[in-house]
């Protein structure tokens, strides 16, 4: 592309043309560059300010840039980065006793991503069913949800029902089970002697915000404890203040064996995820059964423990309860047209619009118009998930923005 070439296309169709041309398009973005982040709002290439309100799908729960999470990652950027578990440091012990205690669980074993927490999950709960359950080697089988999204490695997109996240990457793993989500006749069903998990996010956020049943959660958890079988949640959407509480699981007072956390731990800054049990699940894994180079890193540490430390006293919580239910009845309230159901807990929530009117990607196009960033899924759906640390001005600007949008359709 010549330099002429390029002063013509102007500075965001510039940037989008170079991303283009030399990364992977495995994406489909909104048509917008961002430059820079505070709190949240956001500003792109030419100036433009934005209200974030999909938080890297959780990731950013405390806002671009949280002065507390930036204080801790700039004071470990000046000491120490990685070791790898070959050695200690002297941040990892910190993070995870206080994310244990947060968890009111046991132990804790640190991983990067998302994905590898739940295959980490995935592989704790088969290693715990041959050594503790007694299930024959290799024959170990896990329950999981219709329409669920724990991650895109071959092994979780094995048990996906979304074509565009499974198909092409077969062979697929073995050893899942899939059940309706809300369904607990069919989890019943589904369970037997080979079971060793239960695998369930409790609000399901790719599939468009899903609320189960009231009173799902806990039965499923008791049928799981009364048949033997490990209760294994997903929060790494879910968790970590996003619904007004500091679990998804806690809006049942669910406490699972095994939690996978991910997203917001790592405060925006770093990747950073864990996989958190009691010692009588944990301690089936010994060393060199399993690890990361970086999963545990000090820097990731560091950060941890902060947003552990933000999390602690419950505030960020109950402003997304009170938000949230601020939000919902505002837009439960506007009569919208052309939408089918809006759902939500805490500050997550999710618009459906009727099929066969505007598409949830051409709702957030609109939506960008107005200075306000979402994210569709699944066609017909828009999710939103604002940083907690949102003030009720702003997010009154972004449900105006909203309401607007969606009369103007």
């Known amino acids: 592309m010549s330099a002429l070439d390029t002063a013509a296309m102007g500075i965001t169709q510039t940037a989008i043309a170079a991303e283009e041309a030399h990364c992977a398009h495995n994406y489909h973005p909104l048509p917008v560059v961002i430059s820079h982040g505070e709190g949240c709002w956001v500003t792109d290439v030419e100036g433009r300010r934005y209200l974030d309100l999909l938080s890297a799908y959780s990731a950013l729960n405390f806002g671009h840039r949280h002065p507390t999470l930036m204080a801790a990652a700039q004071q470990q950027l000046d000491r120490l980065t990685l070791t790898s578990r070959a050695f200690h440091n002297d941040q990892l012990g910190t993070f995870c006793a206080e994310l244990a205690a947060l968890c009111d669980q046991d132990a804790v074993l640190p991983m990067n ?59 697929y793993t073995p050893g899942f089970v899939t059940v309706p989500f809300g369904d607990l006749d069919a989890l019943t069903a589904a369970i037997t002697e080979r079971t060793v998990a239960f695998l369930v996010e409790p609000i399901q956020g790719e599939a468009g915000v899903i609320l189960p049943p009231p009173g799902y959660l806990t039965a499923a958890r008791e049928l799981c404890r009364d048949r033997g079988v490990l209760f294994v949640a997903d929060e790494i959407q879910a968790g970590l203040g996003r619904t007004g509480q500091t679990f998804a699981c806690d809006d049942e007072n669910v406490r699972p064996d095994v939690r996978i956390l991910g997203k917001a731990l790592g405060g925006g800054i770093l990747p950073l995820s864990a996989v958190v049990a009691d010692w009588d699940v944990m301690g089936v894994i010994r060393p060199g059964e399993h690890g990361s180079t970086f999963g545990g890193n000090p820097l990731a540490a560091a950060i941890g423990t902060a947003v552990v430390g933000l999390l602690r006293p419950g505030d960020l919580q109950r402003r997304s309860a009170q938000l949230g239910a601020h939000v919902l009845d505002r837009l439960r309230d506007a009569r919208l047209p052309r939408v089918r159901e809006v759902r939500g807990r805490g500050l997550w929530w999710a618009i459906e619009m009727q099929p066969g009117g505007r598409t949830g990607r051409q709702v957030c196009e609109d939506l960008m118009g107005r200075g306000v960033l979402a994210k569709d899924t699944h066609t017909w759906t828009v999710r939103f998930a604002p940083p907690l640390v949102i003030s009720e001005p702003d997010l009154d600007t972004a449900v105006d923005a909203i309401i607007e949008t969606l009369h103007a359709g």
Request: some cysteine; charged content about 25%.
């Open 113 to 171: 991503s998302g994905a590898e927490a739940v295959e980490t999950a995935v592989k704790l709960s088969r290693k715990w069913g041959y050594e503790r359950k007694g299930v024959p080697a290799d024959r170990a089988e896990i329950v999981v949800c219709g329409g669920n999204f724990h991650g895109r490695t071959v092994t979780v997109v094995s048990f996906s029902d979304d074509d565009q996240a499974r198909g092409g990457y077969g062979p």
